[in-house]
Structures are given as structure tokens and as C-alpha cells.
């Protein structure tokens, strides 16, 4: 089963629920440790943030409309399956502006949710939820078998699209609207810029519309990783493994 050609049938939705409610499970029981236990991530220059936050967003979305518009040719990842070498030129112009934010800004990766304290437990929870998905998609035997040569170069793939785009927004945009708004309405409001962020994918290249609305659960649940473990870590290494086994069908 590939990222463009999902059929609208039960199957693809049970799967996806299963998933799903299996993230919050798993947060629900792993996050209330004491390990994840923070302080809030704050800036003293909000209003400055909130500038260069919008200023970031604009480049990228208007980056997305002309990537999947054909108005900017991309030369990354000729051999790679599917639409996976535009996202992942997308996500790594997108992390380069970014980065080049931070290193203005003088801001460590703590306020991009890659700090070093959590760094140990949002592994041990993502490696959790990474196999979960594995046997919740009953991919295993499959990978035991081994993988094709394309697949390993989709995993590469994805690790850096995944990476890329969840410290982008999970990261340098959700931190800062939690900050500015509150929690609640930084983690929804980032979802939803995601969701815009991705929408040119589907208007422009035909995709089918059950997979945006999964992409849609997908940002919400990622959001909801990052607020409960407060690093990047955990949603990543899930978020990786849950669409790479998508390919493997």
C-alpha cells in the first residue's frame, strides 16, 4: 500500500484507528512518569518570535505551492518511491530556514524540543509506540524477511522528511504559539498550519482525500506526543516507523 494509491475500504481505517488509539494509549500510561516532568519552554521575546515564526511559515508554504505546482524543480531523491523526493526537498529547505532562525537568534535546540534531559525517555517512549505500529500493522514478518533496496532508501528518506518537518513545527512553531497563546492552542493551531502546509499534496497532485484526513489525525496526534513527553524524540522515531510500514504492503 503507497502513499498515493490507498483504496477508501475498511481495512485502511481500522488499521489507522487502531493506531491512533493506540498512541494515546501508550502516552497516557508512559508519559505521567516523573522523568517528563519540566519547565515550560519560554521566550522573552515574543512578540520577535511570533515575526519570525510567521516570516518561516510564509517561505515554506509558498515553497509547497511551488514545488507540487511545478513552478520549482526539485533533483533530490530521483530514485526514491512516490512523492518522497518532493517532501523530502520540502523539509529540508523548510529546516535549513529554520536552523538559520535559530543560529540568528542564538536559540539552543532546547527551544526546538531536542533537548538533552528528555532526550533518553521521548526514545524509550517512541521506541515503544515505533513497535506498536509494527504489530498493529502486522509488518513484522516483512521487515524479519527483509527489505528491498527502494525501501531502505524510503526509511533514510522518511527519517530526514520526519525529523525535518516535526522540529519545524512540532518543534520551532508549536513552542512558540504554546508560549504565546497557551498549550492547548499552540498544539491545534499547529496542527492545522501543518495540515494547510501539506494541502497543495493533494489539490495538486490528486491524491486521495482519505490519506489528507489520516495526515490530519496524524498532526494531531504528533502534537499531542510532543506536549506530553516535551521533545521531538518520541514523535519522530513513531511517526518514521508508522510510514515507512505503510510501504512495506
Given at each position: 500500500?503507497?502513499?498515493?494509491?490507498?483504496?477508501?475500504?475498511?481495512?485502511?481505517?481500522?488499521?489507522?484507528l487502531?493506531?491512533?488509539?493506540?498512541?494515546v494509549?501508550?502516552?497516557?500510561?508512559?508519559?505521567?512518569?516523573?522523568?517528563?516532568?519540566?519547565?515550560?519552554?519560554?521566550?522573552?521575546y515574543?512578540?520577535?518570535?511570533?515575526?519570525?515564526?510567521?516570516?518561516?511559515?510564509?517561505?515554506?508554504?509558498?515553497?509547497?505551492?511551488?514545488?507540487?505546482?511545478?513552478?520549482?524543480?526539485?533533483?533530490?531523491?530521483?530514485?526514491?518511491?512516490?512523492?518522497l523526493?518532493?517532501?523530502?526537498?520540502?523539509?529540508?529547505a523548510?529546516?535549513?530556514?529554520a536552523?538559520?532562525?535559530?543560529?540568528?537568534?542564538?536559540?539552543?535546540?532546547?527551544s526546538?524540543?531536542?533537548?538533552?534531559?528528555?532526550?533518553?525517555?521521548?526514545?524509550?517512549?517512541?521506541?515503544?509506540?515505533?513497535i506498536?505500529?509494527?504489530?498493529?500493522?502486522?509488518?513484522?514478518?516483512?521487515?524479519?524477511?527483509?527489505?528491498?533496496?527502494?525501501?531502505?532508501?524510503?526509511?533514510?528518506?522518511?527519517?530526514?522528511?520526519?525529523?525535518?518537518?516535526?522540529t519545524?513545527?512540532?518543534?520551532?512553531?508549536q513552542?512558540?504559539?504554546?508560549?504565546?497563546?497557551?498549550?492547548l492552542a499552540?498544539?491545534?493551531?499547529?496542527?492545522?498550519?501543518?495540515?494547510?502546509?501539506?494541502?497543495?499534496?493533494?489539490?495538486?497532485?490528486?491524491?486521495?482525500?482519505?490519506?489528507?484526513?489520516a495526515a490530519?489525525?496524524?498532526?494531531v496526534?504528533?502534537?499531542?506526543?510532543?506536549?506530553?513527553?516535551?521533545?521531538?524524540?518520541?514523535?519522530?522515531?513513531?511517526r518514521?516507523?508508522?510510514?515507512w510500514?505503510?510501504?512495506?504492503?
Amino acid at each position: 500500500m503507497s502513499f498515493g494509491t490507498v483504496i477508501f475500504d475498511t481495512r485502511f481505517w481500522i488499521a489507522n484507528l487502531s493506531e491512533w488509539l493506540g498512541v494515546v494509549a501508550v502516552i497516557m500510561i508512559l508519559a505521567t512518569s516523573k522523568r517528563f516532568i519540566r519547565r515550560p519552554v519560554v521566550f522573552k521575546y515574543r512578540r520577535r518570535e511570533m515575526i519570525t515564526l510567521l516570516s518561516l511559515y510564509a517561505f515554506i508554504l509558498l515553497a509547497a505551492w511551488a514545488v507540487y505546482g511545478g513552478l520549482l524543480p526539485f533533483v533530490i531523491g530521483s530514485n526514491l518511491p512516490e512523492q518522497l523526493g518532493a517532501r523530502l526537498a520540502l523539509a529540508l529547505a523548510a529546516l535549513a530556514a529554520a536552523a538559520a532562525a535559530l543560529y540568528v537568534r542564538r536559540q539552543p535546540l532546547l527551544s526546538v524540543a531536542w533537548g538533552r534531559p528528555l532526550l533518553k525517555p521521548a526514545l524509550q517512549v517512541g521506541f515503544a509506540l515505533a513497535i506498536m505500529s509494527v504489530f498493529l500493522r502486522q509488518r513484522i514478518y516483512m521487515i524479519i524477511d527483509g527489505v528491498s533496496q527502494t525501501e531502505a532508501l524510503a526509511l533514510l528518506a522518511l527519517i530526514a522528511i520526519v525529523v525535518a518537518e516535526e522540529t519545524v513545527f512540532r518543534g520551532f512553531i508549536q513552542l512558540r504559539l504554546a508560549d504565546r497563546w497557551g498549550d492547548l492552542a499552540g498544539w491545534l493551531v499547529t496542527a492545522a498550519l501543518y495540515i494547510l502546509w501539506i494541502l497543495p499534496r493533494w489539490l495538486l497532485l490528486g491524491q486521495p482525500w482519505q490519506t489528507l484526513v489520516a495526515a490530519a489525525v496524524m498532526a494531531v496526534l504528533m502534537g499531542y506526543i510532543m506536549r506530553k513527553s516535551g521533545h521531538n524524540a518520541a514523535g519522530v522515531l513513531f511517526r518514521t516507523i508508522s510510514e515507512w510500514v505503510v510501504l512495506l504492503a
